[in-house]
């Protein structure tokens, strides 16, 4: 199925999504459907935890593909999930046979994984909450980041992070702390270390789902609840993707 020159209506995409806990399975779909402006039924979920080995032919019959973020699970320990083998290969397919891809946070890390490059762990000053992410002089003319300016605030909650660009990638936005979004050079594959499906809202309720992982108490945690702002530029690069990518 080819996305390009289809209307909004007849988009079927697939979401690839690493997620146990059963509240944030539905509010990531939810998310990801809201801002990329489409109905929920039309974005088919593939759960790892549920179907930890699957084939790259999980992909057949979609126009594109979004890949979900994760707190239950990490790229750096495959032998405990063998979800990641599957997951890494499925991007490579994809890249492969240029299927459009948005994928975010820990999508972005399998992206690195599958493209060659390092990812590392750093849980004790890692980024969290809603923080301003530069651009590069490439986004000005990408189709995702169109009309997007540098210094916008994004949601970055992450514990694992690249500090180098995989070789045949462009970069497109940082953070002083890490790489944040890259596309892959002649696909049509976007990677982001933040959370562009997530607004102000959601985030608040994600970080009191995961507070034991991500704050040290009940203190730290609403001091985190208190700064976080709203993303409205962010959250527009779903719909950029959609817009820009898929039926233009």
């Known amino acids: ?14 979401l690839i999504q690493i997620r146990e806990d059963p509240s944030v399975r539905e509010e990531e779909h939810q998310s990801f459907a809201d801002y990329a402006g ?4 039309q974005i088919r979920v593939l759960n790892v935890f549920d179907t930890p080995n699957f084939s790259n032919d999980v992909i057949e019959g979609f126009c594109a593909v979004f890949i979900g973020g994760a707190s239950e699970a990490s790229v750096l320990e495959p032998d405990k999930y063998s979800f990641i083998s599957s997951c890494i290969s499925l991007i490579n397919k994809i890249i492969d046979k240029k299927i459009p891809t948005f994928a975010s946070c820990f999508g972005f890390q399998l992206a690195v994984l599958a493209l060659g490059g390092e990812i590392t762990r750093d849980t004790e000053n890692f980024e969290m909450g809603t923080l301003p992410i530069l651009l590069t002089e490439h986004a000005k003319t990408d189709s995702v980041f169109r009309n997007i300016n ?4 994004a949601v970055s909650v992450h514990q694992e992070k690249a500090t180098e660009l995989p ?9 002083e702390s890490c790489l944040h979004s890259f596309k892959v050079l002649d696909a049509p ?4 270390q933040f959370h562009p499906e997530l607004d102000r809202d959601r985030l608040i309720e994600r970080l009191n789902v995961y507070k034991e992982k991500y704050t040290q108490d009940p203190t730290h945690l609403n001091k985190i609840l208190e700064s976080i ?3 409205p530029e962010s959250n527009q690069l779903v719909q950029n993707f959609v817009v820009n990518v898929l039926i233009s």
């Open 167 to 175: 070789s045949g990638c462009q970069l497109l936005a940082y953070t």
């Open 1 to 14: 199925m080819n996305c390009l020159n289809k209307d909004r209506e007849g988009l079927k995409i697939l």
């Open 38 to 41: 489409v109905e929920k039924s």
């Open 189 to 192: 594959f976007w990677a982001f």
């Open 229 to 231: 702002e709203e993303t």
């Open 150 to 153: 540098s210094g916008f605030k």
